[in-house]
Every structure is written in C-alpha cells, then in structure tokens.
C-alpha cells in the first residue's frame, strides 16, 4: 500500500482508548509512545509550531536586516499580497500553466516507458529497464547544466537533430530557441525534467506486473485488442499507481524552484514565464529578507496546496479503483 | 474432441505445422519491432548524456563552430620550416584522395607537401583551395577537467556534499527507525491519527516552513552553518518512517514472541530481533537519503549562501554557472564529474533500488 492508499483508508480502522486497556497494555503503550516521541518533538518543532509561527509572521512587518523594528500590522501584508502584488497572480498562473502542460506529458512518458519496459516481447529487458531508470540518478543541477547546453539554439543536439531529420531551420538565432522563447520555455522545462521520471517508471512496471493475468486472457477470448485490453483493464487497474504518481508530481510540481532559480537566477527570464511561484516566494522571503511577507506568501501557497490534495483525494473515488472496496 | 496431434490426417498436421511457422516468424518480428523502438529511444533518452561528455572534451571554438564536427575533432597541422601549415584532403584525378598540407596558396592551383615525408618535392594540384575540407582528427581536450575541478574548488565542494549526505544519513536512517518501529509493533491510542499527520508531512511542502525556521537559526546565531540543515534530519522524516513500517511490518512475529519469552524488552528486541532482519531496507533508505543529500538545494542555498567554503556541490555549482557562461566546456566537464559518483553508487546498489520505490509505491 501506498502511503497515498493509507490516507484514504484510514477511516475504516478501530479505535482504542486508554481506559479501556489492561496494564499490559498501557505498558506497551508507552513503550510506543517513547519510540515515536522523537518523531513527534521533530513535528513539533520543525512542523507544527513553524506553522503557526509562521502564520503569526504574516501578520508582522518583520525585516530580518531590522531586528529591532518589528511591527504588529494584522492582515495588511495579506491585503497586498491578494489585491496588490500581481507578481503573486502571474506565479501562481505560471505554476499552473507549467503542471497543465508538463503533468500530463510525465504522466504519459513513464506510463508509456513502463508498458514498453514491461513487454513480453522485449529482448534484454532487464538491461533496457536499468538504462532507462539510471538517468533518474543524475543530480539534477548536473542535468540542468547538460540539458541546457543540449537546447541551445545553435550548438545544441536537439536542433542539429531536428534540422538534420525533418530539414526543418532549427538550428540558429532564428530557430527553435527553446530556452528564450516564451512560447517554447515550457516544453524546454519539461526536457530538462523529463529524466526525473524515473521512478514513476518503476511504479507503474510495478503495478502493470500485479494487474491478473487471467483479465487479460479473458479480454483476448472477447476479441478485444491490444488498445481495448489497455483502455479498459490495464488502466482501471492500475488507476491507484497513477493516483499515487499524480499526487507527487502535483506536490513536487507546487515546490519547482531549482531549474528556473538555477537557468536564470530566478528573474522570470523569458517575460516571465519562468517566474514561478516558489521564485517569487523565494525572492521576497530571502531574497530582501523580508519574513513577514515572506510568510504570508507561504501560507497562502500552503492553502492552495491543500485545496488541491483535497480536490485529488475527493476525487478519488469516481475514477481510483480499489479492489478491497470494491468486495 | 481432443483428438492426438499424430492421429490427424496428414493435411491436417501439414497446415497446424505451416501455422505455428508463420506464428512464430510473426512473433519474432514483435520481437525485433519492440526491442528496436526501444533501442531507438534509449538512444533519445540518454543523448543528452552524451553531449555532455563530448562537450566536457572539446575546445570553446569547437563548441561554438556550427560547422565543427558532433566529436572534439581538431583540424591536424603539420611544422614544416618552422611554420604551421593546415592539411587538407586533396582529390586527385585518379580518384584518390590524400591528406596533404597547404604550402603555397594559389587562385587556380597550389602546392601541397606531404605530411609525412616534408623533404619529398611538393606536390602541384590543380583547382581551388578554399573548397577542400580541413582534415580533422579526434583530439579530445582532456585538461578540461582537472581546469573545471581547480575553478570551482571542486574537491572542497565534494566533501561538503559528502560529509552532508553522510552525517545526515545517520541521523535520518537511525530516528526512521526507532519510529517505524513504534508505529509498527505498538497498541497506543490515537495512533492511526498520529500516522496520518505523520503522512501528511509528506505532502507539505518545506519551504512552506521555512520563513520562522530560519529566523529561529538566525536568531541563535547558526547561519551560515550546517547545524539548521543535519539537526533536524535526526528527528526521522515522513517518508523514511512510512518505509521501514511497511517493511517491518511484512517481518513475521514468531522470533519477537520468543525473545519477549526469554525476557528480552522493547529495546533489546528492536536492536537484536528487528534490525537485523531489515538489512535491505535499512541500505535503501540510506541510498535515498544519501541521494537526496546530493541533490538536496533549497536548505543549502538559504543556509549556507553567505560561507562559500562550506557549500555542497549544487548550490556551488551554481555560482560557477553564473561566472563561467561563456565556458560550456568547463560548466559540462563539471556536470559530468557531479554525477559520476552516484551513477557508480546506482550501478553496484540497484537491486536495492528499485525493491525500495517499489515498497513505498504499491502494495
């Protein structure tokens, strides 16, 4: 189960209560709560009560370069940062824009990558599956640096290989420039992060190795080809691993701050396309060290968050398939 | 109806053969239509590692030149007389074509020397020089690296990362531990509550935390320092605890009832019961830990901008990337010195791997 699966059913288990156990038991108890206690004093200190802490930031001017002249001004730095920055619109419409165009395409690729790695009729496949995951292990910064330099409009692979296969002038200042265009940037991103795929790869193989056999035999029995099979069993079946994909690609999605921090220093280079939530988040709170503001811009990014997980876990049981529920 | 294949008449058994040839021959041909769709795109997939070390072994001219060759090729001169001469390669009326070094440039016709034997008498050739091609030879800049790894202090920035990775690898890999081990053997009340928040803290994003955290360091005086990014690292994370519980509770119980039986407590059963048989999960979360450690980048960077001696490799990296734009070959030879370590570590520990993101993403 995945810990994705576990908060979903989470509701069905029983419950204990300390007036009911036995001395034994409360023993046992409290040898339970010794061993979860650091986690717990870690929640507390490095969760929880930064929370809250950070909540009551948002309410305070609070420059860390002028410890001295801390200020109460209640919910002024949320009225800005609602009705008056609109760099906190433009990231958060950049945010989305990039996951609606990337989510989908990672989602495919390791999906796609994952049948393909799992097909009977692949030669080497062990040999393929490690080839395929080992770039996952590349740090990303050096990624970042290779990718970059294989976009590059003039001395880069991909344009040499665009021009060279379908003839099409890509190479050069009037050519693809992936990295300079607003209209491409988005696609160049989702180069540069495809390699991170990996271990959506390996979910999905794992969850296309556990899918019955038998399903698939009876399909064959029906008639139905190999598009049918995939549409209608492989898909519903496996519908828990692309959940579970969908939820860390979305989280991860909400935190992308090291390509564009590292590609341009974070200035939103081209016309700001690349002015992400985080970098303007980032920008304010460390940047110009500015903890108020920079606080209130992490809660607001905090109850976005949460909105959606919502939204993903809510929408959960019209198209997530769960067997044990379902008997 | 199951008649014996041998009672079959003759032309009957004659079609099932011719059957199962053409079925197999089909099937062969699967084979070989998958197995190169996907050498085809393993070659997509890993063409940008490529272009990084040929790059990290070429010259900036030989980046920058749209017409140079795809290897680090260098065009071959010969000394002759005490001047460098270029060489070209030469067709001759005979079909043949030699590499000859240009000695005396001419508008119709010029003269050529032979590379290898300069005292021999020029040679004359007829036709135009400026359309013969350079001849080149791969001639790898291998000094790339040992520039790119004295620039960047890299062996400094490399045991940063290093001691970072480590040092938090113990604290994260033990506290996991002695976590999941409470969650997964022991009866308390609000136990299922406290999993789900721990859970949930897998979903939270960090930065979201960041600002009072790092007033709190500041205020104690830790910044810059590596103390605010090891110290919380030993109070256990979300998805280490999540991991060791699901393996330890796939541990059967049997040998735990026996060493309470001998009168062994909680900690001892953990320490000579439980970690003993957890080998391979304990050494997949280390390698997780370690790699993110490697890559880790939003803690460095807010705690450690302001002590460029005490960086790891990616916020450093990044510094050299703002200074060095105009020396990909260097940027690239950086690159691939930063990922040959945990690309080795993948290549001796994947079996570890892919057992661990498969536990903690399915069943």
């Known amino acids: 189960m995945s810990f994705v699966d576990e908060v979903t059913s989470a509701r069905k288990s029983r419950r204990l209560r300390w007036r009911d156990m036995s001395k034994l038991k409360k023993h046992e108890a409290k040898w339970g709560?010794?061993?979860?206690?650091?986690?717990?004093?870690?929640?507390?200190?490095?969760?929880?009560?930064?929370?809250?802490?950070?909540?009551?930031?948002?309410?305070?001017?609070?420059?860390?370069?002028?410890?001295?002249?801390?200020?109460?001004?209640?919910?002024?730095?949320?009225?800005?940062?609602?009705?008056?920055?609109?760099?906190?619109?433009?990231?958060?419409?950049?945010?989305?824009?990039?996951?609606?165009?990337?989510?989908?395409?990672?989602?495919?690729?390791?999906?796609?990558?994952?049948?393909?790695?799992?097909?009977?009729?692949?030669?080497?496949?062990?040999?393929?599956?490690?080839?395929?995951?080992?770039?996952?292990?590349?740090?990303?910064?050096?990624?970042?640096?290779?990718?970059?330099?294989?976009?590059?409009?003039?001395?880069?692979?991909?344009?040499?290989?665009?021009?060279?296969?379908?003839?099409?002038?890509?190479?050069?200042?009037?050519?693809?420039?992936?990295?300079?265009?607003?209209?491409?940037?988005?696609?160049?991103?989702?180069y540069i992060g495809i390699w991170g795929v990996g271990n959506a790869i390996i979910i999905n193989l794992a969850g296309l190795q556990s899918v019955p056999t038998d399903l698939y035999e009876a399909a064959r029995v029906d008639g139905a080809n190999w598009f049918r099979r995939l549409w209608s069993i492989t898909i519903p079946m496996?519908?828990?691993?692309?959940?579970?994909?969908?939820?860390?690609?979305?989280?991860?999605?909400?935190?992308?701050?090291?390509?564009?921090?590292?590609?341009?220093?974070?200035?939103?280079?081209?016309?700001?396309?690349?002015?992400?939530?985080?970098?303007?988040?980032?920008?304010?709170?460390?940047?110009?060290?500015?903890?108020?503001?920079?606080?209130?811009?992490?809660?607001?990014?905090?109850?976005?968050?949460?909105?959606?997980?919502?939204?993903?876990?809510?929408?959960?049981?019209?198209?997530?398939?769960?067997?044990?529920?379902?008997? | 109806?199951?008649?014996?294949?041998?009672?079959?008449?003759?032309?009957?058994?004659?079609?099932?053969?011719?059957?199962?040839?053409?079925?197999?021959?089909?099937?062969?041909?699967?084979?070989?239509?998958?197995?190169?769709?996907?050498?085809?795109?393993?070659?997509?997939?890993?063409?940008?590692?490529?272009?990084?070390?040929?790059?990290?072994?070429?010259?900036?001219?030989?980046?920058?030149?749209?017409?140079?060759?795809?290897?680090?090729?260098?065009?071959?001169?010969v000394e002759f007389e005490g001047k460098e001469y270029d060489v070209y390669s030469v067709p001759f009326e005979d079909g043949t074509v030699r590499e000859l070094a240009l000695y005396k440039k001419g508008r119709q016709a010029s003269t050529f020397i032979d590379p290898n034997n300069l005292s021999a008498e020029p040679i004359e050739w007829e036709g135009i020089w400026r359309q013969l091609e350079q001849a080149r030879t791969v001639s790898p800049t291998w000094s790339n690296y040992p520039e790119a790894w004295n620039t960047v202090k890299f062996g400094r920035m490399l045991w940063n990362t290093f001691f970072y990775a480590t040092v938090g690898m113990i604290g994260a890999v033990s506290s996991a531990a002695i976590v999941a081990y409470g969650f997964s053997r022991f009866d308390f009340p609000f136990k299922n509550v406290l999993f789900i928040i721990l859970?949930?803290?897998?979903?939270?994003?960090?930065?979201?935390?960041?600002?009072?955290?790092?007033?709190?360091?500041?205020?104690?005086?830790?910044?810059?320092?590596?103390?605010?990014?090891?110290?919380?690292?030993?109070?256990?994370?979300?998805?280490n605890v999540f991991f060791l519980r699901q393996?330890?509770?796939?541990?059967?119980?049997?040998?735990?009832?026996?060493?309470k039986i001998d009168g062994a407590g909680p900690l001892r059963t953990f320490w000579s019961v439980i970690l003993p048989q957890s080998g391979p999960a304990l050494v997949a979360i280390s390698l997780f830990h370690f790699f993110f450690a490697w890559n880790?980048?939003?803690?460095?960077?807010?705690?450690?901008?302001?002590?460029?001696?005490?960086?790891?490799?990616?916020?450093?990296?990044?510094?050299?990337?703002?200074i060095y734009a105009s020396q990909p070959q260097l940027i690239q030879a950086a690159s691939i010195m930063t990922l040959i370590i945990p690309l080795a570590i993948f290549f001796f520990a994947q079996r570890y791997f892919v057992q661990g993101i498969v536990i903690t993403g399915n069943k």
């Open chain 1, 33 to 190: 709560y010794v061993f979860i206690s650091i986690w717990v004093i870690g929640f507390l200190a490095f969760y929880l009560i930064p929370m809250v802490a950070s909540f009551a930031f948002s309410l305070l001017d609070f420059q860390l370069a002028k410890p001295g002249e801390i200020e109460f001004i209640g919910f002024e730095h949320w009225r800005r940062m609602l009705f008056e920055d609109e760099l906190v619109w433009t990231s958060m419409r950049v945010t989305f824009v990039f996951a609606l165009i990337t989510l989908p395409i990672g989602m495919f690729v390791s999906l796609g990558l994952a049948i393909l790695l799992n097909s009977e009729h692949l030669i080497g496949r062990d040999m393929f599956r490690t080839l395929f995951y080992m770039p996952s292990m590349i740090p990303l910064i050096a990624s970042i640096f290779i990718w970059s330099g294989v976009l590059n409009s003039q001395s880069g692979w991909l344009n040499r290989l665009i021009e060279f296969t379908t003839g099409y002038p890509a190479v050069g200042l009037n050519g693809l420039r992936w990295l300079d265009s607003p209209n491409l940037i988005y696609i160049a991103l989702t």
């Open chain 1, 238 to 327: 496996i519908s828990p691993v692309i959940f579970y994909n969908l939820v860390l690609g979305l989280v991860g999605l909400l935190q992308y701050f090291i390509v564009p921090y590292i590609l341009n220093g974070g200035n939103g280079y081209p016309e700001n396309t690349t002015r992400f939530y985080m970098i303007h988040f980032f920008t304010n709170a460390f940047g110009y060290a500015d903890m108020g503001y920079g606080a209130a811009l992490a809660w607001l990014m905090f109850i976005v968050g949460m909105l959606i997980t919502l939204a993903l876990f809510g929408s959960a049981r019209y198209w997530v398939y769960y067997e044990a529920e379902s008997n």
């Open chain 2, 1 to 77: 109806m199951a008649t014996l294949l041998s009672e079959q008449k003759p032309e009957v058994l004659e079609r099932v053969n011719a059957n199962t040839a053409a079925r197999k021959q089909k099937a062969l041909l699967i084979k070989f239509g998958i197995t190169s769709l996907a050498v085809l795109l393993l070659s997509l997939w890993v063409m940008p590692l490529f272009y990084g070390i040929v790059t990290s072994l070429k010259t900036k001219e030989q980046i920058s030149d749209p017409k140079a060759s795809i290897l680090p090729a260098a065009a071959i001169t």
């Open chain 2, 199 to 239: 859970i949930s803290t897998i979903i939270l994003p960090p930065q979201v935390t960041s600002v009072p955290t790092y007033a709190f360091w500041v205020s104690l005086d830790m910044v810059p320092s590596w103390w605010p990014l090891i110290i919380p690292m030993f109070f256990s994370n979300a998805y």
């Open chain 2, 247 to 259: 393996f330890f509770l796939t541990i059967p119980r049997e040998m735990e009832e026996a060493a």
């Open chain 2, 296 to 322: 880790d980048f939003f803690g460095p960077l807010i705690y450690l901008t302001g002590a460029r001696d005490q960086v790891p490799i990616t916020v450093g990296l990044t510094f050299f990337n703002g």
